[in-house]
């Protein structure tokens, strides 16, 4: 696993796109969040995976400063869910997972998110 850049924990980074699920989203907090007695463990961002604001299917909004160039020096990639199978997610979504993939960072479809990785061609 290649280390992060600014810290010596594996930075990880969730991305997020319109109409998410909030459990899906969730999930993956609770993994790599603080644990009870809030130690880190991870460096944990949340990703924009499209431009604009980010809806959740239930009018829910998560912000983050966080853009797809995060995925340059992530060690860990969770794309936690896809809107629709037939959908396939922006290009530059697919290159940037792509090239995460190539350098080495470890990608993770979880759910309808392994959607997006079977669209990258990386199932």
């Not at 909030?22 to 880190?40: A, C, M, Q, Y």
């Not at 463990?41 to 990703?47: G, I, R």
């Not at 400063?65 to 869910?81: K, N, R, T």
Request: glycine share 8%.
């Amino acid at each position: 696993m290649h280390s992060s850049e600014n810290h010596s924990i594996p930075s990880v980074a969730v991305i997020v796109i319109n109409q998410f699920s909030p459990f899906h989203i969730s999930v993956p907090s609770i993994v790599f969040g603080r644990d009870t007695l809030n130690e880190t463990f991870f460096d944990l961002k949340f990703v924009a995976g499209e431009e604009g604001p980010i809806w959740s299917d239930i009018g829910m909004e998560i912000h983050t400063d966080e853009d797809l160039s995060v995925l340059e020096h992530s060690d860990i990639i969770v794309v936690p869910y896809w809107r629709s199978v037939d959908e396939r997610p922006n290009q530059k979504l697919i290159d940037a997972l792509c090239d995460a993939h190539a350098r080495g960072a470890l990608i993770v479809g979880l759910c309808l998110g392994g959607y997006v990785l079977a669209y990258a061609g990386l199932l």
